[in-house]
T-cell receptor, first 118, second 114 residues
C-alpha cells in the first residue's frame, strides 16, 4: 500500500539553525512523484517542490534543499539558517495513480510542525 | 491571477444537517480535487473531477458527493452530518489530471459540527 511517514511530529529550533525534516514513503509503483507542501496557520497548503522517481538529483532553492534517495525511499527537506517565518506545518506527499485513468491523488504524511524561535 | 478560492471560510452546522462547500479553481485549471483535513492530521483525498467528470474517489461514505460545472468550479456536498465530519475541507486545482501535476490549494472551509 502507498504510505508516507513523517516520524517527526514537532521540531523546535532557534533562528539561524539548520533543520532537516524527514520523509519516508512506500509505493509499488515504478513511476511516482513526491511533493513537499507548507501549511502556515492560515490553512492554505503552499506547494514547495515536486520530484519524479527517475530524478535523484538533489535540489536547492535559496535556503531550501531536498535530498531524494530512492535506495532508502526517503525525500528529506532541509532549511538552512531558519527564520521565524519558516514556522509552519510541513507535509510530504506521494502522488498515486488511480488505475488507468492517470488521475493522481496525493497521499500525505502526518506533517511536521516546525517552530522557529527568535 | 487569483488563486483557488473557497467559500464559505467557516461554517457551523448541527448533526444531521446538510452542507455545500464551493470552490473556484485557478483560471485555466480544469482539474479540481477535494481533501478533508482533520485537526492534527494530513489531508485525506475525497474526490477528483476533471472536465466535469468524476475521475477518482477516496474512501469516504456515500454521504459525500461532488460535482464540477462547465466553468470548472466545483461543489462538495455532505449529507447527514456527523460530529466526525468536523474538519478543514481543502480544494485543490491543477491544469490537467495526472500524477505529475502539482496541486494548488485554497485556504479551505473550516466546518464545525455541533
Amino acid at each position: 500500500a502507498q504510505k508516507v511517514t513523517q516520524a517527526q511530529t514537532e521540531i523546535s529550533v532557534v533562528e539561524k539553525e539548520d533543520v532537516t525534516l524527514d520523509c519516508v514513503y512506500e509505493t509499488r509503483d515504478t513511476t511516482y512523484y513526491l511533493f513537499w507542501y507548507k501549511q502556515p496557520p492560515s490553512g492554505e497548503l503552499v506547494f514547495l517542490i515536486r520530484r519524479n522517481s527517475f530524478d535523484e538529483q538533489n535540489e536547492i532553492s535559496g535556503r531550501y534543499s531536498w535530498n531524494f534517495q530512492k535506495s532508502t525511499s526517503s525525500f528529506n527537506f532541509t532549511i538552512t539558517a531558519s527564520q521565524v517565518v519558516d514556522s509552519a506545518v510541513y507535509f510530504c506527499a506521494l502522488s498515486e495513480s488511480l488505475g488507468s485513468s492517470n488521475t493522481g491523488k496525493l497521499i500525505f504524511g502526518q506533517g511536521t510542525t516546525l517552530q522557529v524561535k527568535p | 491571477d487569483a488563486g483557488v478560492t473557497q467559500s464559505p471560510t467557516h461554517l457551523i452546522k448541527t448533526r444531521g444537517q446538510q452542507v455545500t462547500l464551493r470552490c473556484s479553481p485557478i483560471s485555466g485549471h480544469k482539474s479540481v480535487s477535494w481533501y478533508q483535513q482533520v485537526l492534527g492530521q494530513g489531508p485525506q483525498f475525497i474526490f477528483q473531477y476533471y472536465e466535469k467528470e468524476e475521475r477518482g474517489r477516496g474512501n469516504f461514505p456515500d454521504r459525500f458527493s461532488a460535482r464540477q460545472f462547465p466553468n470548472y468550479s466545483s461543489e462538495l456536498n455532505v449529507n447527514a452530518l456527523l460530529l466526525g465530519d468536523s474538519a478543514l475541507y481543502l480544494c485543490a486545482s491543477s491544469p490537467y489530471r495526472g500524477v505529475n501535476q502539482p496541486q494548488h490549494f485554497g485556504d479551505g472551509t473550516r466546518l464545525s459540527i455541533l
